[in-house]
């Protein structure tokens, strides 16, 4: 018989199982008291191969003190508790076709063309059918040439008709969006940018009339900054502000004017939304050329900005009277000979 496990009775207040087990794996004419009684050797053969007999009888600790208990991995799977039912299976979900189709007719972020060409396709993206849109540098109209009339209750104004960006005649928050596209380039001199949206023209850039003291493209920057400001003050809360900028080169310096837009207006409390870039049909030239320097520019940006009141909680936007101080601080880009 082999070894034996004894247990004694703990403070376990569960019943218990007690196993009788009886192993022929090593029996011999000489050492088996059945042997010596004459029992054939087949017989002894047919009971070593048999299958392990067990008896199982519960009982109760309490009762019955001490007892012999099979090894732990057999009692495991003979425990009543331990015997696992089959799981059923879960039906597959059907899964759910995805909506929507497979096309290539897209709203795209750069495309060659004309300000009329793309500006229906912002409004369609970030304006609502219904909204008060202030075109405030209204001028001939050109962006609304493809855009049905009756889509938008526009307000179409102009610093020629008397209304200053930078001095709006709006309520606050009243407006759903603002479309601002002012004069972006200064003329140095010359015909090269007659025919171009220079600021000379429209502000003076060069002269006292621009009402700052700022000269070139500081001056430019200056007239974004005063009418984003202005523009925060009339839109609604997450009203859009569509800006028309272009980037270039003053003084033999790099300006890129949509990235110093991004990150001034950001502490106004504007988000970007999107950037389009709009490239020209034709092929902009120069008067006169002796060496070229930096590429030529011949692509505008869209930027279009959310006033957030998301972003009033997580950043801290200057009032008014601080952007009119740091303004004033900022020195002026002095033109290089």
């Not at 140095?188 to 493209?217: D, L």
């Not at 303004?327 to 290089?336: D, E, I, S, V």
């Amino acid at each position: 018989m082999p070894a034996e496990n004894a247990y004694a009775a703990s403070a376990m207040n569960l019943p218990q199982l007690r196993f009788h087990f009886l192993l022929l794996d090593d029996f011999s004419a000489n050492s088996n008291p059945r042997a010596e009684k004459g029992v054939a050797s087949s017989d002894l053969k047919r009971e070593q191969t048999a299958p392990l007999e067990v008896e199982v009888e519960k009982m109760d600790w309490r009762t019955q003190g001490e007892f012999r208990m099979l090894p732990m991995d057999l009692r495991n799977s003979l425990m009543p508790e331990k015997i696992q039912t089959p799981m059923k299976k879960r039906p597959k979900k059907k899964r759910k076709s995805p909506d929507g189709i497979t096309t290539n007719d897209l709203i795209f972020s750069a495309q060659q063309g004309t300000n009329d060409g793309i500006f229906p396709s912002i409004l369609k993206l970030y304006v609502p059918t219904g909204s008060k849109i202030a075109d405030i540098t209204y001028g001939g109209g050109v962006f609304w040439r493809s855009v049905p009339k009756n889509h938008y209750h526009l307000l179409a104004t102009d610093i020629k008709n008397g209304v200053d960006c930078r001095d709006l005649p709006y309520e606050n928050s009243s407006l759903d969006c603002i479309v601002f596209d002012p004069p972006y380039m200064h003329t140095p001199g010359g015909t090269a940018h007659v025919n171009h949206q220079n600021y000379e023209n429209y502000y003076g850039n060069n002269i006292a009339a621009n009402g700052s003291e700022k000269k070139y493209h500081e001056a430019v920057l200056d007239l974004y900054f005063k009418t984003a400001l202005e523009a925060k003050r009339v839109l609604k809360s997450e009203g859009m502000f569509i800006v028309k900028c272009m980037d270039e080169v003053c003084a033999n310096q790099q300006r890129l004017t949509h990235v110093e837009l991004i990150n001034e207006f950001r502490d106004y409390g504007f988000i970007v939304e999107d950037l389009f870039v709009l490239l020209r049909n034709n092929r902009p030239g120069v008067s006169r050329i002796l060496r070229q320097v930096h590429a030529r520019k011949n692509h505008s940006y869209f930027l279009i900005f959310r006033k957030s009141a998301r972003l009033r909680r997580t950043v801290k936007v200057r009032s008014f009277t601080e952007h009119a101080k740091v303004l004033a601080t900022r020195p002026a880009l002095r033109q290089m000979a």
